[in-house]
């Protein structure tokens, strides 16, 4: 079976290379019999991913493949267009910026920009923590419908709760703190999770107008009163750059893009 796929898979690759591939051609290059190559061939016209050109009897990739490979394309390019513009925010700032979703209601981070100064915040990618205390997760749970929001809510009511973590703050408190971040546009957490830390965070919206994920830029709390309105002018040009970015290109979700980056990261 193993054996199968692999060859499927070298089919694939072979007529994605070469574009116009003959039955006995393709024998030849995977060393298979020229049944199998028909059987392997086959596999892929019936699949959607290859295609016959009836007057030459050869075979090529399928629209559906080039439109895989498109999007394929497009995540990559979005996710590095996503981060040189959150390595711009975070030069121009100095301080560490962060990217993140919503994951099983925790925030979930999955792309980051270190700061070039002293006591900055490094929140590791990969690492979660509750949307009810964070920045980042007010904005998130902000965006969502009505209902969204009070499954979060109820899911959260419904957490054992961290004795060495901040307490959450109550039901009604954590509704005002949503609306209030719906409404401004953006959360902070001043010192709310990590006394010595304070953030500003905002989303950023894809194709579907519906909120991806946020950024944040985080500093200590010591500094950052003084540089608390720039930060919201940076973040806000940033945001906007790269929700206009998803939704050109049509991205619905952030986490299949940096999937890969932060299992690795994890």
Avoid: W
């Amino acid at each position: 079976m193993l054996s199968s796929a692999a060859n499927a898979l070298r089919s694939l690759e072979y007529l994605a290379e070469e574009g116009d591939v003959g039955v006995s051609e393709l024998a030849r290059h995977l060393g298979v019999t020229g049944g199998t190559s028909y059987r392997l061939i086959q596999t892929l016209v019936e699949t959607g991913f290859a295609e016959k050109n009836e007057s030459t009897r050869r075979y090529g990739p399928s629209t559906r493949l080039v439109i895989m490979a498109e999007q394929v394309r497009r995540r990559v390019d979005i996710g590095a267009t996503i981060h040189d513009e959150l390595v711009k925010l975070a030069a121009e700032v100095r301080e560490t910026v962060n990217l993140a979703v919503l994951d099983d209601n925790k925030v979930l981070y999955i792309d980051k920009v270190l700061s070039d100064r002293p006591f900055g915040f490094n929140a590791r990618i990969g690492s979660r923590l509750p949307v009810h205390l964070t920045a980042l997760g007010r904005v998130l749970v902000a965006g969502m419908n009505s209902q969204e929001q009070e499954d979060v809510i109820r899911a959260i009511r419904h957490e054992t709760v961290d004795p060495d973590s901040p307490r959450p703050p109550s039901v009604t408190t954590l509704r005002q703190l949503l609306r209030q971040a719906r409404e401004q546009g953006f959360a902070l957490d001043l010192g709310e999770y990590l006394p010595d830390i304070s953030c500003v965070a905002m989303e950023v919206r894809g194709a579907n107008d519906r909120v991806l994920g946020a950024i944040s830029v985080t500093a200590p709390t010591s500094r950052f009163p003084l540089i608390q309105d720039r930060l919201l002018d940076s973040i806000r040009k940033t945001a906007g750059i790269i929700s206009l970015a998803l939704h050109e290109l049509g991205i619905v979700d952030l986490r299949s893009i940096y999937h890969g980056y932060v299992s690795a990261e994890t």
